[in-house]
């Protein structure tokens, strides 16, 4: 595989192609960066690749003005140019880029449009007719185009794709559609060139070679732009207690109020969807004369809803606005000046992402306020800063070949004009996580679309795809054509349902469970206001709005992040070193490292921690590799068999962040039977096979599986299924090929992605391999210390009254010695 060309060398000259958008800049007072004029000059000379420079520097027109400039000279016949974002509400802002400089130089022989789930039909019937000059869609809108019989007349004279966020779509199975989408694409049209654009990324060698496609050279751009983030944060007092566990942080309100000024634009970012509803009824009632410039935001909440807030950063009229990662990327909010965090990030890429949300404008300063809700988390904002001033990032890998999306893309392609199978094979081979894909993998998935694979052969439904007299491959069934194009795209759903007002105006979508446990008349809170459920019917549930106050809020499942691989590493050596660091937020948490020191140890980088007690609840054995809360899950499971194996015990398991405990009812030598063994990489699959219920877990993983490769569907004309619908057609099958076809890959895939998504198993084998040079401290203590608290209070947390959970705290607070 040829290795990517890089351009580093400031030195380039703007193309005659481009003069004209150059032009427009100068006459703003912009000057083009170095870097620009690199990616124009290098999209003139036939190249693709990617551009990576910090957040609001210019990445766009970097892109685009090579392209837009080629369309301007030698204007196309149908589309020209595809700008492929992962966020469909930012394709409108995209469009309004693009179309400003067009509209500035009079240029009307250039069409920009836009296309995704929110287009109107009218404008769809247009575009399916002809396709604009330039097309801003997302990656199930591109796919969904791809379906189209005409589609290779369509892209034909495609010349150029610009992919936004492409650290966002990377490691994602929207990503490897994105990539087979791409593939197709240069079978149309050879000459087809792929720019990708990204600002947080570390392996980027490998984000070139999955835009530009297995195999082929790219150029890789990059800048030094100098923006500065400056991290602050919301610290305890000297003598204020501080919580040893939880993500919420409602505790630190005075103090975050205190931070905010409803003069200043900003952002206040937290981690879930459910704590942005309890952060926003918070600030409400505390200051409730800012509510007519507040707003909440977040994914759950209807669209119009979020693009009335959006515009209403804008132009000012919103100036605090609690959210998720829903704006984390893409829409530019010059405006906001103040960026908030509550909790730690879990990533320094992400908290370069939303720092850079604050003065979205090249060489401008990003201000962002961290506010730790939990002891731990000063050393986390404390690790990130120290990251992020060492360059450290976080890597984004692609999906290794998942077989559903493949299997979908079958169908897409025999819908899009139809496919040979040795063609279509060496052009999906040519996608970046399919290069290392067999042809027996492809000849399966081939099988199993043609025929229903082993054990689906009886059924016409599984049957989607038809070889005529001359082996080229279509979709005849005029129904399953209808069905698949309506389920394109990888994206599954939770299992939710649509949340109106009794008027029939949406609010937005909320989990199917959370309603099942509400009474006809109960009140919760939901999208910044309070609401009384009215009725339940048709899969929509229909509430009004309620006065009072309720603390009743939806949470949402898998909303937890845990800390990734490159923030451990600097969390293990921030922790390291906690005792002689000036930081504010080391300093604020000097009372924890103390007791810690004195209680047990502060393990070195180098080292793997392991503390051994005896308390009311039973003996316990805490281990802190610093890895992850997922990561630990597993490898709590992983010890407790390899402990078992040795001498037979019981073991309850808690994970976070830090560490993971076992404990034991009984008494269990774990200092006599801890050794590096027991962290061997050796028998990793099997023994990980071994300490969890996979069978369980895969089930409810094939669920999205099937909807992906289209055994089952999750959309139909018209009405939508409910969850309990596709949770039954999945399970049945699963059922059957687990009885009667047990080597089916997509049971192969189910189980590896359960290993990889709830343990991170590719992360655990790296930890091993780090634990097996790591030195062991085994450490017999008097109590559970600072690191080990926590672990304790995730275990009881929900089985005692938060009362009885205090009191515990105080107890053995109270026995620590040095901590005042």
């Not at 992962?86 to 130089?105: F, G, K, Q, T």
């Not at 296309?115 to 404008?123: E, K, N, Y």
């Not at 000097?590 to 503390?611: F, G, M, N």
């Not at 300490?691 to 895969?698: D, E, G, W």
């Amino acid at each position: 595989m040829p290795a990517p060309a890089t351009v580093r060398t400031p030195a380039a000259r703007t193309p005659a192609s481009v003069r004209p958008l150059a032009e427009w800049m100068s006459s703003l007072g912009w000057k083009p960066f170095p870097f620009q004029k690199q990616g124009w000059s290098a999209y003139a000379r036939g190249h693709s690749g990617l551009i990576h420079v910090p957040t609001g520097a210019g990445k766009t027109y970097a892109a685009c003005f090579g392209p837009m400039g080629d369309l301007i000279a030698r204007p196309p016949a149908g589309l020209g140019m595809l700008y492929v974002t992962p966020l469909r509400a930012v394709s409108r802002d995209v469009e309004l880029a693009i179309r400003r400089p067009l509209d500035a130089l009079g240029i009307t022989s250039l069409c920009v449009e836009t296309r995704t789930g929110d287009t109107s039909s009218s404008v769809r019937a247009r575009q399916k007719q002809h396709l604009p000059s330039i097309l801003i869609t997302t990656p199930e809108s591109l796919t969904l185009l791809l379906t189209q019989p005409d589609a290779r007349e369509k892209f034909r004279g495609l010349r150029c794709v610009v992919l936004d966020e492409w650290h966002e779509l990377l490691s994602s199975k929207r990503g490897t559609q994105t990539e087979l989408a791409l593939a197709r694409l240069r079978r149309f049209n050879p000459d087809l060139r792929t720019w990708a654009m990204s600002a947080t990324i570390s392996n980027l060698d490998e984000a070139l070679q999955a835009a530009v496609g297995a195999g082929n050279p790219g150029t890789l751009i990059t800048a030094r732009i100098d923006r500065p983030i400056i991290i602050e944060s919301v610290l305890p007092g000297v003598d204020d207690r501080f919580p040893w566990a939880g993500h919420l942080g409602i505790h630190q309100l005075d103090r975050v109020l205190h931070a905010l000024d409803p003069g200043e634009s900003t952002l206040v970012f937290v981690n879930t969807r459910s704590q942005a509803e309890r952060w926003f009824c918070a600030i409400e009632l505390a200051r409730p004369e800012w509510r007519s410039i507040m707003a909440l935001h977040h994914g759950s909440i209807d669209r119009a809803e979020r693009e009335q807030v959006e515009r209403g950063l804008k132009d000012g009229s919103i100036r605090i606005v609690v959210a998720t990662s829903s704006l984390d990327l893409g829409v530019d909010f010059a405006p906001v000046e103040h960026v908030v965090q509550i909790g730690s990030p879990k990533g320094i890429a992400r908290l370069m992402q939303r720092a850079g949300r604050a003065s979205h404008r090249p060489g401008q300063t990003c201000r962002i306020t961290c506010v730790p809700t939990h002891g731990m988390e000063m050393i986390e904002v404390a690790a990130v800063r120290r990251a992020i001033a060492a360059g450290h990032i976080e890597p984004r890998v692609s999906e290794c070949k998942p077989l559903d999306v493949l299997t979908q893309h079958l169908v897409t392609c025999a819908l899009g004009g139809g496919f040979r199978p040795d063609e279509l094979y060496e052009e999906v081979r040519t996608a970046h996580a399919f290069a290392g894909l067999t042809r027996d993998e492809f000849d399966w998935a081939l099988r199993l679309v043609r025929d229903g694979g082993d054990v689906l052969g009886a059924y016409p439904e599984y049957k989607r795809v038809v070889a005529d007299s001359q082996g080229l491959y279509r979709v005849e069934n005029r129904n399953l054509a209808t069905l698949h194009r309506f389920n394109v795209g990888t994206i599954t759903g939770d299992a939710t349902m649509e949340l109106r007002f009794p008027s029939g105006r949406r609010i937005g979508s909320i989990e199917e469970n959370f309603i099942a446990n509400l009474k006809i008349g109960q009140k919760f809170y939901f999208a910044g206001r309070t609401l009384e459920l009215v009725t339940v019917r048709d899969l929509t549930a229909y509430a009004r709005a309620a006065r009072g106050r309720t603390s009743l809020t939806p949470i949402w499942s898998g909303t937890r992040l845990p800390i990734s691989e490159s923030l451990s590493q600097a969390v293990r050596q921030t922790l390291a070193s906690a005792c002689e660091a000036r930081e504010p937020e080391l300093r604020a948490a000097a009372r924890l490292v103390r007791v810690q020191q004195t209680e047990s140890i502060i393990p070195q980088p180098d080292e793997l921690l392991c503390e051994t007690c005896q308390t009311r609840d039973g003996h316990h054995l805490f281990v802190f590799p610093f890895e992850g809360r997922l990561v630990h899950g597993g490898l709590g499971a992983l010890v407790a068999l390899r402990l078992g194996r040795r001498q037979p015990g019981t073991f309850a398991i808690s994970a976070n962040d830090y560490g993971f405990e076992l404990l034991s009812d009984d008494p269990y030598p774990f200092g006599a039977l801890i050794d590096h063994d027991l962290f061997s990489i050796a028998n990793l699959a099997d023994d990980a096979l071994e300490s969890v219920n996979l069978s369980a877990l895969a089930r409810s993983q094939f669920r999205e599986i099937a909807r992906v490769s289209g055994l089952v569907f999750q959309n139909y004309p018209g009405a939508q299924r409910g969850m309990r619908h596709l949770q039954g057609r999945a399970g049945l099958l699963y059922d059957v090929f687990e009885q009667f076809d047990p080597d089916n890959l997509l049971m192969y895939q189910a189980r590896r992605e359960v290993l990889e998504r709830q343990f991170e198993q590719s992360r655990m084998g790296r930890l091993l391999n780090r634990l097996s040079t790591s030195r062991l401290r085994l450490v017999d203590t008097a109590r559970p210390t600072p690191l080990a608290l926590p672990l304790v209070v995730e275990r009881i947390r929900g089985r005692v009254s938060l009362e009885s959970v205090d009191k515990r705290i105080e107890n053995i607070e109270a026995r620590w010695k040095g901590l005042t």
